[in-house]
């Protein structure tokens, strides 16, 4: 068996780095989270999206305090998720620009407002919109626990995820077919 390739030392940085090398190895769905009310709106994209409960339904994400979405989420208390597609790459490296603040990162993205106020991504997997019932603030992020409003579903079976620094798509269709490819039975997998 060959040995790891992280050896913890004492430094903090060290430890930080090796540990953001160990947690590139977990894939995650991506995201793209949206704020604010009115033209006064922004969203960023991240992976950090779980399910804490289905009864009553709720969800966690944590958001970095410094973020520029945590502000808005946590003075509205409300927040939309929008999971994203295979071919949503672009609007994900777009909603991770750091050049881009607020209203930018929606210019020429196809949104509405939700019931509550909140911006949702059109074409998105799912929208969900979410009332804040809780954060959590810990070290350098706030853990937000959402109740859902609303809920819309899209028939598409694509998505995409984020694993090792590099986006990755899964299209339920040609996955299928890669998998027919090397005989595995489609039984097992439908």
């Known amino acids: 068996m060959s040995r790891p390739d992280i050896h913890l030392v004492d430094a903090d940085h060290e430890i930080e780095r090796q540990f953001r090398l160990v947690m590139r ?34 969800l966690l994400v944590s958001i970095n305090r410094q973020a520029s979405s945590f502000a808005p989420i946590a003075r509205h ?17 777009r909603f991770s620009n750091g050049r881009l603040k607020g209203w930018e990162r929606f210019e020429g993205t196809d949104w ?25 603030e810990r070290h ?4 937000i626990v959402g109740r859902l409003a609303s809920m819309e579903l899209s028939h598409r079976l694509s998505g995409l995820t984020y694993w090792n620094g590099q986006y990755v798509q899964i299209d339920h269709e040609a996955d299928l077919d890669l998998l027919a490819e090397v005989s595995i039975p489609l039984a097992h997998v439908r």
């Open 140 to 143: 350098s992020h706030g853990i």
């Open 77 to 93: 208390r409300l927040f939309g998720v929008n999971i994203l597609g295979s071919d949503q790459q672009v609007l994900a490296e």
């Open 112 to 136: 509405t407002h939700g019931a509550s106020g909140v911006p949702l991504l059109q074409r998105s997997l799912a929208m969900i919109e979410c009332q804040v019932e809780e954060i959590i």
């Open 25 to 58: 190895r977990l894939p995650g769905g991506v995201c793209i989270i949206t704020a604010g009310q009115g033209e006064d709106i922004t969203g960023m994209t991240v992976t950090s999206l779980t399910s804490l409960s289905a009864s009553p339904p709720r």
